[in-house]
């Protein structure tokens, strides 16, 4: 068992061997800061967008906001996943107004009819053919880098997106210590038993350092620690590598009352059974894996105080298929997403308080967060230094 290197960089202000500190409160409420993240991380990271069995046949579609971007995800006639902005390339409109639907042939613009194929070629508009010297894929609809991997779309709006085996594979690696112990769970191949959608009334990073932890978890998930028990000494899953938290000598199932589970996933080993892994993939996606399903976490940044948090829950598409009872499953998480979720709300308003004009501290079970300060300070660092010096705050 390794644990995290929880060492500093020198970004970071030392404040005592137990404790370091935090990001200022600032970064979690001030929109020009909210602005900068959008433009410089979620507009420039790989991000977690669409599950790709959620988009059933060609035609069919969702529409995701991605930073200040809406998105339409697809597929075409030969059932491929395609991306594109969503705009026309004529006057702007945006072509796809639902979250999600089903095209009957193509994507048309309510405005002023033109009309794009499912690989988003210009096909159709008004007068078109009178004007002769329009290039068609030169006005097709705007792609933006897609990749698919754990059964889901992955979308980078950057023109040079980074390395996603760096960034998203990378992260798996790191967490576990080998990016192929996840390939057991294939999670491509589960089945969706449920989605939950919670709308919180908090800052994107405050829930992401929220699953990051579990100095927290003692406190407010009495049925977690109950099936975890490790987990009440404060120490999270997350804060080592390779490591499962185990579940107790007399659980069952990562269920909300310790019975029995579902199927158990056949491709994870021996020592993953009985064991809850945890994955934060930045900016927006939580993996939690277990020996009978797979819980993924999606989060969309809506506002410095709004995110949408998307749950999937993930089984064996026979459990699902036979219409297994998953409320015990499905429960234990759904509880322990109420309990984060309200936790993160209650921070968000002390966000803008002089008391927390210089943030707060994380204890040594938490420092292994500092990583994730760093990389928030290193892409939107002057942003949170002008917000500062507007209101005031030292340094």
């Not at 927390?356 to 994380?362: E, P, R, S």
Request: hydrophobic share 40%; net charge negative.
């Amino acid at each position: 068992m390794t644990i995290l290197d929880p060492s500093l960089t020198t970004v970071r202000e030392q404040i005592s061997e137990s404790l370091i500190s935090t990001l200022p409160g600032i970064s979690y409420v001030a929109e020009e800061v909210f602005a900068a993240e959008q433009a410089s991380i979620i507009e420039r990271s790989w991000f977690c967008a669409v599950r790709a069995a959620d988009l059933s046949g060609p035609g069919a579609f969702r529409t995701v906001q991605i930073g200040r971007e809406s998105v339409i995800v697809s597929r075409n006639r030969r059932g491929e996943i395609r991306a594109f902005f969503n705009i026309c390339r004529h006057r702007g409109v945006r072509l796809c107004v639902q979250p999600e639907g089903q095209l009957k042939r193509a994507f048309q613009c309510m405005y002023h009819a033109w009309t794009y194929d499912l690989d988003g070629t210009l096909i159709a508009a008004p007068n078109l053919t009178k004007m002769p010297d329009i290039d068609r894929e030169t006005y097709a609809l705007v792609q933006p880098h897609v990749r698919e991997y754990l059964g889901y779309v992955w979308i980078c709006l950057a023109d040079e997106p980074p390395s996603f085996d760096d960034e998203v594979i990378g992260a798996v690696r790191d967490r576990l210590g080998d990016e192929h112990l996840i390939d057991g769970y294939d999670i491509a191949q589960l089945a969706l038993g449920r989605r939950i959608v919670y709308d919180v009334a908090a800052n994107w990073k405050l829930i992401v350092e929220n699953f990051m932890e579990c100095y927290h978890c003692a406190t407010i998930h009495p049925e977690l620690t109950e099936v975890l028990p490790e987990f009440a000494d404060g120490l999270a899953a997350q804060y080592f590598v390779g490591h499962g938290a185990e579940f107790g000598d007399e659980i069952q199932g990562f269920t909300v009352d310790g019975s029995e589970g579902l199927d158990r996933l056949p491709g994870i080993t021996e020592d993953q059974d009985r064991r809850y892994y945890a994955i934060t993939i930045k900016p927006n996606v939580f993996i939690n894996l277990v020996p009978d399903h797979v819980i993924i976490h999606r989060m969309f940044p809506l506002a410095a105080d709004r995110t949408v948090v998307e749950c999937d829950w993930l089984y064996l598409p026979s459990v699902v298929a036979e219409e297994r009872d998953l409320d015990a499953s499905v429960e234990l998480f759904h509880r322990v997403n109420q309990q984060d979720f309200e936790a993160c709300e209650r921070c968000q308003p002390a966000m803008s308080s002089r008391v927390y004009a210089d943030g707060g501290v994380l204890v040594p079970s938490e420092h292994h967060i500092g990583a994730f300060h760093d990389w928030i300070t290193a892409q939107v660092g002057p942003s949170i230094e002008a917000a500062r010096a507007a209101q005031g705050g030292r340094r």
